[in-house]
């Protein structure tokens, strides 16, 4: 496996060409004003939620958008369409290679048949696909993480913060993914404070029910745990993340955001006195990564993991008074150089 560290980001201008439409999802097209001849380069395929989740599939937009400046080329990222069927996600695919793009990404693992069946037709090309690692192929690379890491040391942070020893965990959907969260976050709760107790809710049980996408249905489940006295809630549910921490706003206590830092996004602006840190993974840089691998002529293939001990899976300061809290902050060094060195083994399940 090869791994590619962080490049800086050269600051070519960028201007944006037409909007189109294909029967599979709205795409929006771009590429640098210093296109080197219109070649193109990185296309994503977003998750359930789409552009502006402020989470998950904004953070892989991120990393197209550092491709973009740094190799000066033509991208694509597509939106997806409700009520879709594993065909209509290889044929998004297919056709963004087709097209001529590369790398193609999706966004999530509910593409992995999409991938597989994608890079059967092209094997000239490099696919990727996020938090899936079980398509096997020479021209694909399985983009995962460690996020019960990055869970474990939020479970560290709600257990050195709550007043009431009750804290909360919303999941987007119930699956083998999102336990990850869970379990990693109630070890790190556990194993800081004893006497804490999780409370636990899953919004749906398959994604197609909006469990990634319902900001409705995560302050709801938020607003029941607050109710039962909890004052930390860490949310993994994508977009319906955006209610959870509404809700502990409205409520004033304390969130815990998901996947990108979500005290610096600006639709969350209004709450982010709220929002005591974020459990993060890269996807950013490992789209990026992907993206550089192709442009280097050395496709990354195979599984491709960010953890702790990369940098790829991380809590966010940003808060100050989560930054500023020396206790709190000296905890999770501890945590987290236990769990790098491998003295704790966090659970996945």
Same mark, same amino acid.
């Given at each position: ?39 193109? #380069? ?57 097209? #001529? ?66 804290? #909360?965990?919303?999941? #987007? ?177």
């Amino acid at each position: 496996m090869r791994r590619i560290s962080r490049i800086t980001v050269a600051g070519a201008a960028t201007a944006s060409l037409a909007l189109a439409l294909s029967a599979c999802g709205g795409t929006s097209t771009s590429a640098s004003s210093e296109s080197k001849g219109g070649n193109k #380069g990185l296309a994503i395929a977003y998750d359930v939620g789409g552009k502006g989740d402020q989470s998950f599939n904004d953070a892989a937009f991120a990393g197209l958008e550092q491709a973009k400046k740094e190799f000066r080329y033509d991208t694509a990222d597509v939106e997806p369409t409700e009520g879709e069927t594993d065909a209509d996600k290889e044929q998004r695919l297919a056709s963004l290679a087709k097209q #001529g793009y590369n790398p193609v990404i999706g966004v999530g693992y509910a593409y992995a048949a999409a991938v597989k069946g994608a890079a059967e037709k092209f094997p000239d090309t490099t696919f990727g696909i996020v938090d899936d690692s079980t398509v096997e192929s020479k021209n694909v690379a399985d983009l995962v993480f460690s996020e019960e890491e990055a869970s474990y040391l939020a479970g560290v942070a709600a257990a050195k913060t709550t007043k009431t020893n009750t804290v #909360g965990f919303v999941g #987007g959907v119930d699956i083998p993914l999102i336990h990850k969260f869970q379990a990693g976050f109630e070890q790190g709760v556990k194993d800081t404070n004893p006497q804490a107790q999780v409370l636990t809710q899953y919004l749906t049980q398959t994604a197609e029910e909006g469990g990634f996408s319902s900001p409705d249905k995560g302050k709801s489940a938020a607003e029941g745990q607050i109710e039962k006295k909890a004052d930390v809630v860490y949310a993994a549910a994508g977009l319906s993340g955006q209610g959870v921490i509404e809700a502990a706003a409205a409520n004033k206590v304390w969130a815990i955001g998901v996947d990108s830092d979500q005290y610096q996004q600006e639709a969350l602006a209004k709450y982010k006195d709220s929002i005591l840190t974020s459990a993060m993974k890269d996807v950013a840089k490992a789209v990026y990564n992907l993206a550089k691998s192709v442009e280097d002529g050395k496709p990354e293939t195979g599984i491709v993991r960010g953890d702790l001990k990369s940098g790829e899976v991380s809590l966010s300061n940003s808060n100050p008074k989560f930054a500023d809290n020396a206790e709190l902050q000296a905890a999770l060094k501890t945590a987290k150089e236990k769990i790098v060195s491998g003295e704790i083994k966090v659970k996945s399940s």
